[in-house]
């Protein structure tokens, strides 16, 4: 039973002291009021919580005042103190950058024949970043494309089958762009192209992540990465920017939801327990 009517008054911006701050510690269940999603915190940063629901499912929250509901109870989340040198406290097990729990003692397991491709160097190093834990645990292999312009040909020589998965992660995949028509033509039950909408992998890192308000827009017809490095005013050349941006991720908080989703999907879909019966 929850208590009075959430939903009575100015929920979203309650009186100070109304509504208790809690932190959001390993395991706790809690919902989303808005959404009425449920599930076990899995991990926390200083802008989000990520909840695992009871069948694997992951959403990223953002940590709004008064926006869950703990055993019934209107709560704002807030990120958990970080432990004091020498504090034997409780402890949750080790997160890896993707959040997932992360396998102590990790021992190299045969690569599958399934694979995940990406577009570019750039995409490969930052989903081995965040995800690079997760797919060793699984034995996947990532490699990457050097652009999608010839994928139906890729999909072909590669072979996919049941026990031969191919997930794709496309830059770009909006309704009516060129990777879009390209991604139509791949047709099999054993291929997964999945994508995000920016024009390069650098706009999926948070611009708060690298300190800047909002990556810059580009007018079109000049070169997008020396665009963006032109109007924040880098003196650099894009291999340096890219350091720059890459050494900025630390955890999958810092990505835009718009590339955490399809990568999950892509791993989901290649390790997908069916294909080892």
Known sequence: M???????????????????QVPAEPDMVVEDAE???????????????????????????????????????????????AASPGSRGPQGPRRSASGSIAVEGLRARVARESRIYVEGVHDAALVEKVWGHDLRVEGVVVEYLEGVDHLPKIVAEFGPGPERRLGVLVDHLVAGSKESRIAAEVSSPHVLVA???????????????LRIAAWPRVPRGLPWKEGVIAALGWSVDPAEAWRRILGSVTTYADLEPELLGPVERLIDFVTDPAQDD
């Open 2 to 20: 929850y208590e009075r009517d959430v939903l009575a008054g100015n929920w979203r911006r309650p009186l100070k002291g109304k509504i208790p």
């Open 35 to 81: 959404s009425g999603f449920c599930g076990a915190v899995v991990a926390c940063d200083k802008e989000a919580v990520t909840l695992e629901d009871r069948f694997g499912r992951r959403r990223l929250f953002p940590l709004d005042p008064a926006a869950f509901l703990l055993e019934g109870r209107t709560v704002t989340l807030v990120r958990p103190a």
């Open 195 to 209: 994508g995000h909408p920016f024009v390069d992998v650098w706009q999926a890192v948070k611009p708060s992540a």
